[in-house]
Structure formats: structure tokens, C-alpha cells
């Protein structure tokens, strides 16, 4: 067998072991409120002022167990998309945008604390404007399960990024979010 026909096989491989059979049975299906409001400590550092920004929605968290019960996958959707709202005090503008970025996350080891997951997220991650740039695309990041709500739901920790598939540069978002909220 050659190289390249080894190397395809090793990759539908590693496709398929991602892709977890889930029995029969529909998904637990949770309903999630968003109503938070943090300073944004990579805006408030660009843009040499305080940033807060406020996140508010709505969603819904579908759960997927296999055959044997056990938690295989999580996949969270905001059809009305969560508002992220972007202030800065010392001038007293503002930005918002609206995210509807499904995402999903694979618990191959199953869900306790400390557990391996991969999250995975699809389509418009964050904006800066009607024509300014974006952060869009597929990424899947390393993540591990922190613990586990009294609904089930596993909370998880995101960490470094494993791939991405298109526009993932932070830098000009930051400035134009910065430019939108200190520029006078």
C-alpha cells in the first residue's frame, strides 16, 4: 500500500472514531437564559480603555447519549442569537452584535470531571461591524468537563485551538471594535 493510500485510510479512521453513534432515543433538550456582564480584559488592554461587554440571549442544549446511556455529545443553538453588547464608559459608545453560532461539543471518554472533550464551533464567531471584519469558520479547541449542572449538563472549560477553517484573525476585530468605541 503506498503512502498516500495509508495516509487516507488513517484519516477516514480518525473521521470515523469522531463520529459517535447515538442511539435511537431523542436528545434531552434544556432550555438556557444568557444575562452577563464582564470587562473585557484583551479590549479594555487594546483599546486603553475600561470595555465591558454584556451578553444576553437565549437557547437551547441538546444532549446525546449512545446506546448505552452514557453522555456522547452536546450540541448548543441560539436561533434568536445571544446580544453582545460592547461599551466603553470613558466615551460612552457602544457596539453590539448578534452571534447565532451553533456549537458542539464530543465527550469521547464520557463526562465526569477532569474529562477530555473537543468543542467545535461553526459559522459567524464575531463581528465588528456591516462590512468591518470577522472571526467566521469552523474551530475545534481542546477542552476538558469542569464539573456537571444540576440539569446534566456538562460545564466545560475551552482551551487551546486544535484547527480552524477560515477567517480566524483576531487583530483586525479588535482594532475596528476598538476604533468603533474610542474613535471620535
Known amino acids: 500500500m503506498t503512502h498516500r493510500a495509508s495516509s487516507i485510510l ?3 479512521a480518525l473521521l470515523l472514531a469522531l ?3 447515538v442511539g435511537a432515543m431523542p436528545p434531552d433538550r434544556i432550555p438556557f ?3 452577563d456582564m464582564f470587562q473585557s480584559g484583551l479590549l479594555t488592554r487594546v483599546c486603553g480603555t475600561p470595555i465591558w461587554v454584556h451578553v444576553q440571549g437565549t437557547g437551547t442544549i441538546f444532549l446525546f447519549y449512545d446506546n448505552g446511556g452514557q453522555l456522547v455529545r452536546e450540541i448548543d443553538v441560539m436561533p434568536g442569537g445571544l446580544t453582545w453588547t460592547y461599551s466603553a464608559p470613558t466615551t460612552g459608545k457602544t457596539f453590539t452584535q448578534t452571534v447565532h453560532t451553533p456549537t458542539t461539543y464530543l465527550f469521547p471518554e464520557g ?4 474529562a477530555p472533550a ?3 464551533y461553526h459559522g459567524v464567531q464575531h463581528t465588528s461591524g456591516a462590512g468591518s ?6 474551530e475545534a479547541r481542546e477542552a476538558f468537563v469542569d464539573g456537571i449542572s444540576a440539569e446534566g449538563v456538562p460545564l466545560v472549560s475551552v482551551g487551546d485551538t486544535i484547527w480552524q477553517a477560515g477567517q480566524f484573525d483576531v487583530g ?6 476598538c476604533a ?4 471620535p
Not at 180 to 183: A, E
Request: aromatic share 4%; glycine share 6%; net charge neutral.
Open 111 to 114: 463526562v465526569f470531571e477532569g
Open 118 to 120: 473537543l468543542a467545535i
Open 33 to 35: 437564559t444568557v444575562d
Open 19 to 21: 463520529v459517535v453513534p
Open 10 to 12: 488513517a484519516s477516514a
Open 133 to 138: 471584519p470577522r472571526i467566521v469558520g469552523r
Open 172 to 177: 483586525p476585530v479588535v482594532a475596528a471594535r
Open 180 to 183: 468603533l468605541l474610542i474613535d
